[in-house]
């Protein structure tokens, strides 16, 4: 991977370890702190331009005079129309890159974190922080009278935070997105030969 890429992506993970402490921190006041959303915002801006830093290389070094995205397309259908519009060139003169690519789309098994990263990126860059609202559980409930304990029903149990709008859990998804941006970023790179 691109030392550079990889020194933003080193970064998002420092503030991923803020978002998970914050995160903690928040659900036992029950209010997800300006903050968190703030660093959220940076992990989700930090990891997608990871994969745009990528994409503009591979354009760099084989001449594709663009200005690219990493093309993501939804479905295999639209993927080789994507790749010529973000990277002309690259499908026909270096199917091996293409392939790469391809490896990671969202339409990929275990890759619909790309369109997670997609719409929180655009949700925080464009519109507002994202926000977050309680993950609840049901849990068997304890109570401690006098020093006994005993099981009571079940009781409502804030576990995490989720995200809104994609309605997915905040650190889940952004370990996820995490993981996911280094082996895509590493594997079109070294596909590439950047």
């Known amino acids: 991977m691109l030392d550079y890429a990889q020194s933003v992506l080193d970064l998002a993970a420092e503030q991923l370890a803020e978002v998970e402490r914050l995160h903690d921190e928040t659900l036992a006041t029950g209010v997800p702190s300006?903050?968190?959303?703030?660093l959220i915002k940076n992990v989700v801006e930090n990891q997608r331009s990871v994969l745009d830093y990528t994409a503009q290389a591979v354009a760099d070094k084989y001449a594709c005079k663009t200005n690219p995205y990493w093309p993501a397309a939804k479905n295999p259908a639209d993927f080789q129309a994507r790749m010529n519009k973000e990277l002309p060139g690259i499908v026909?003169?270096?199917?091996?890159?293409?392939?790469?690519?391809?490896?990671?789309?969202?339409?990929?098994?275990?890759?619909?974190?790309?369109?997670?990263?997609f719409a929180l990126t655009r949700e925080n860059k464009?519109?507002?922080?994202?926000?977050?609202?309680?993950?609840?559980?049901?849990?068997?409930?304890?109570?401690?009278?006098?020093?006994?304990?005993r099981i009571v029903g079940p009781m409502v149990v804030?576990?995490?935070?989720?995200?809104?709008?994609?309605?997915?859990p905040v650190l889940d998804t952004l370990r996820q997105v995490q993981a996911g941006v280094q082996i895509a970023a590493e594997d079109v790179s070294s596909a590439a030969g950047l």
């Open 34 to 38: 300006g903050r968190m959303q703030a």
């Open 92 to 117: 026909a003169t270096h199917p091996r890159i293409a392939a790469a690519f391809e490896r990671h789309q969202p339409y990929q098994p275990s890759h619909s974190w790309l369109l997670h990263l």
């Open 126 to 149: 464009h519109h507002r922080l994202t926000a977050q609202v309680g993950g609840d559980e049901l849990r068997p409930g304890v109570v401690r009278p006098s020093g006994h304990s």
């Open 158 to 168: 804030r576990v995490r935070w989720d995200f809104v709008d994609p309605s997915v």
